[in-house]
C-alpha cells in the first residue's frame, strides 16, 4: 500500500534529524535576583511598567536614555500573565516629535535631543541631562521666586498660543 503525501510530511522525527530549539525571552519569575531583568543594573535609574531610564556620566555633558521595555522585563499579572505595554515605541516617538516641536515654535526650554532610534525591537531616546533634576519651588529663595513663576507663566501662555498642526508632527516623526 502506497504512503498518502500527508502521511509522508507527517512522519515523526526521528534521532538522526536534527533537533530545533526554539527560544522565548527569559521570565523574570524564573531566574535568580542577580539575573532578574528588572533589577536596575548600573547606570539604571528606575524601571515603569514601560520604560527603562538610565543616566550616564559623559564629556563634556552627562546624557539621560529612555527606552522601552523588552518583553522578559515586562511585568506579570496577578494571574501570571505578562503585561506588555501599549504602543510604547509609538508614545516614545511622538515625546521626541512633541519635543522638536517645541523647540521649533516656542522659547521653551525642551532637553536636547541628541538622537533617537530603535535597536532589535528597543526604541532609545538620548538627550542631555536638563539642569539638577527636579526643583522644589519651596528651596527658590523668596526673592527668585517672582522670576521663576513669571518664566513658567511665559511658558504656559507659548504652550496656550500653539495650534494643531498634524502634517508638521508627522514630518517629525518620519524624521526620526
Known sequence: MAESEAEV??????DTEPAYIHTAAPDFRRLELLDNTRVEEEGCLGIT???KYFEFETYPNAVFIKRNLTPSEYLVNRAGDLVPPTLSIERMKNEVAAIRFI???TTIPTPNVRCAFEDHGRYYIVTDTVGPGRIDIGDVPEDKKTTV???LERDIAQMHQLTSNVNALWAAYWAT
Open 9 to 14: 510530511n507527517f512522519r515523526p522525527a526521528t
Open 49 to 51: 511598567h514601560e520604560k
Open 149 to 151: 513663576y513669571a518664566e
Open 103 to 105: 523647540l521649533k515654535h
